[in-house]
């Protein structure tokens, strides 16, 4: 089996990703950057995602697995001190693979499309001045956004950005993507739907805007860059995430132990 190492790049990241790398060695796996079967990430979620984009082309081919060394992760759920323990059942190959769902994200600017796959979510902000776009769902027109922003998340990424701006914690077994606002304007002129909206696989929103004006975008911890463009629309991908998990975790149980305790 081949595998490869993220690191958060700090002292402590890559020390155990040394002492991992010599394990695995020793227990006869391949380290191979390009083409790994199994990618042990350490560090924190952002180190999770980082791994996730670097394999992004061959989603199919590759499970991830996350250490944390800060704080308890969604995705980084193993301790350090569980390095050895992880390293066996590797070797062993006694894992078993649960796949999550995706947001795809397609820029459309003229007759060219650039489409990203988001773990978390991907976002369109305003820098300065209010942000308006026309929000359709499922090609038909549902309502005119001004606001600070949106958040279009993932399943798994709904315990991210998206539940700080309060939108629902979705079960990544549901294949749906959810849109939140941030700081939507809502008065007697202006009206957006308030509340977030999940939508179920093949159903798309689509984001168009409504007259020149800069706003940023991005995807996970990725800042895009496009100048113009005419619309940008969202759906689930087709394409999964899939997670090597050694032991049971529930989803809830990540949950609980992430947000309200984990003695
Ligand atoms: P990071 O690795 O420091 O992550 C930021 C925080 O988000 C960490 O506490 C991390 O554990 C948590 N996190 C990430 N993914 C999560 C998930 N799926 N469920 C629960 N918690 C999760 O920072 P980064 O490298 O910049 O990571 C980018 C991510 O940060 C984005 O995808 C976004 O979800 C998150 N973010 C959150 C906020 C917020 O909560 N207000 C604002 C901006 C970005």
Redesign the pocket.
């Known amino acids: 089996m081949k595998f490869s190492i993220q690191s958060r790049n700090d002292s402590q990241s890559n020390e155990l990703m040394g002492l991992a790398k010599n394990y695995l060695q020793d227990f006869g796996l391949i380290l191979d950057e390009l083409e790994p079967d199994i990618v042990i990430s350490i560090?924190?979620?952002?180190?999770?995602?980082?791994a996730f984009h670097n394999h992004v082309k061959r989603l199919d081919k590759v499970a991830f697995v996350g250490i944390?060394t800060?704080?308890?992760?969604?995705?980084?759920d193993w301790k350090p001190s569980e390095l050895e323990k992880l390293v066996l059942c590797i070797a062993k190959n006694q894992y078993r693979v649960v796949e999550y769902p995706l947001l795809e994200v397609n820029v459309c600017n003229n007759s060219e499309t650039t489409t990203y796959l988001?773990?978390?979510?991907a976002?369109i902000k305003s820098p300065s001045v209010t942000l308006v776009m026309d929000v359709f769902l499922n090609d038909r027109h549902f309502e005119r956004f001004r606001g600070d922003g949106l958040?279009i998340?993932?399943p798994?990424?709904?315990?991210?950005?998206?539940?700080?701006?309060g939108g629902a914690i979705i079960h990544p077994t549901l294949r749906a993507i959810q849109i939140t606002e941030m700081a939507s304007i809502n008065n007697r002129v202006f009206r957006t739907i308030g509340s977030s909206l999940v939508l179920p696989d093949h159903h798309t929103c689509t984001l168009k805007p409504v007259r020149t004006q800069e706003f940023t975008m991005?995807v996970?911890?990725i800042q895009l860059k496009h100048d113009e463009l005419e619309s940008i629309i969202f759906r689930v991908a087709k394409e999964r995430v899939r997670f090597a998990r050694f032991r049971p975790f529930p989803f809830w149980e990540r949950v609980h132990d992430?947000?309200i305790s984990n003695e």
């Open positions: 560090g924190g979620d952002g180190t999770l995602l980082h944390h800060g704080h308890l992760g969604f995705y980084a988001a773990l978390n979510e976002t958040c998340s993932t798994s990424g709904s315990t991210a950005y998206n539940k700080a701006l991005t996970d911890h992430s947000f």
